[in-house]
């Protein structure tokens, strides 16, 4: 009688597979994120707004230690694996403990080596909202709105709750993570990617991963696909003349979007949230065709008209 193998147990067979996921560590990955972004920022025309993000990425390296690992529902991941769906949707799991992410990294910001003093009211005013207003535009945030009065205080929060969404995720074992459909959004927490990043080192060494933004989980797509429709046809790069092909953007004839697929092989510290960031003139350049932005960065919100109520 013949056993069939389930889809982790042919990889584990395969001596010369590739990983299907690759999960964040997150002892390290904001403090590295913070020092890409100081090294992009010089000569960058946004010099100051990538600083400015690098302080708050130390902030998240700091918060992140003082977190515990998260308990995980078996039952949840049986469920998630069953349907192919993906495992814990970030709007649908918001854990209470990114409040407490946010005060400790409000207070970071706050101390010396923190923000400038023209905007740490800024930070009080976030420190004032409470705990059903923070929730509620964190839900808006993870769904990609957020109103022209929050835009300041959007990317503190996003931070604090990428810090609680990626301790999350390294808490999973690939194992744990369904394989699902589509396959264009994160199969931990339904987000979408940010970029999509050419991995060097070990197994992963020239395989294409969409990074997800809000949780930092990476998993495989190959090249040829659209990594926002999964159309192998049409797909074309795009960069800026003279600034090299580390990071370019991947433009799809079939849906009109473009994703930036950022190349470790071209510049091995290439990061794909900070380098999605650090090339800002590329977006304004993208913005003159056709090609419409598939997925925002988390960090760098761009606010959205409020209804405005009818005079009686």
Not at 89 to 97: G, R
Not at 135 to 151: F, M, N, T, W, Y
Not at 203 to 214: D, E, F, I, M, S
Request: proline share 7%; aromatic share 4%.
């Amino acid at each position: 009688m013949q056993r069939i193998l389930q889809p982790g147990e042919i990889e584990a067979l395969d001596h010369t597979s590739f990983p299907r996921v690759i999960l964040p560590v997150p002892a390290g990955l904001f403090a590295e994120r913070a020092a890409r972004l100081r090294q992009l920022a010089e000569g960058n025309p946004i010099a100051d707004y990538l600083q400015f993000v690098a302080k708050i990425m130390d902030a998240q390296h700091e918060a992140v230690a003082s977190l515990s690992p998260p308990e995980l529902d078996a039952a949840l991941i049986a469920s998630a694996q069953q349907h192919s769906m993906p495992l814990l949707p970030a709007v649908e799991h918001i854990a209470s403990a990114w409040q407490e992410v946010l005060d400790a990294m409000l207070d970071t910001l706050a101390g010396a080596e923190g923000l400038p003093a023209p905007l740490q009211p800024l930070l009080q005013e976030l420190r004032g909202l409470d705990t059903e207003a923070r929730d509620d535009i964190a839900r808006k945030l993870l769904q990609k709105e957020v109103a022209a009065r929050h835009v300041g205080m959007a990317p503190f929060i996003m931070a604090a709750l990428q810090v609680t969404f990626t301790q999350r995720a390294a808490s999973l074992s690939v194992q744990d993570v369904p394989y699902t459909d589509p396959a264009t959004i994160c199969p931990v927490c339904a987000s979408e990617p940010v970029a999509s990043v050419i991995r060097i080192g070990g197994k992963a060494a020239g395989h294409r991963y969409l990074h997800c933004g809000t949780c930092a989980c990476e998993w495989q797509m190959v090249r040829v696909k659209c990594s926002h429709c999964e159309s192998t046809k049409g797909i074309h790069y795009q960069g800026i003349d003279g600034a090299g092909e580390a990071v370019l953007a991947e433009t799809c004839d079939e849906c009109g979007s473009y994703r930036k697929i950022v190349n470790q092989e071209k510049d091995a510290l290439a990061d794909p949230l900070a380098d999605d960031l650090a090339t800002l003139m590329l977006d304004l350049l993208m913005s003159e065709t056709r090609f419409e932005r598939a997925s925002p960065n988390p960090l760098l919100f761009v606010a959205v008209a409020e209804p405005q109520e009818e005079n009686s």
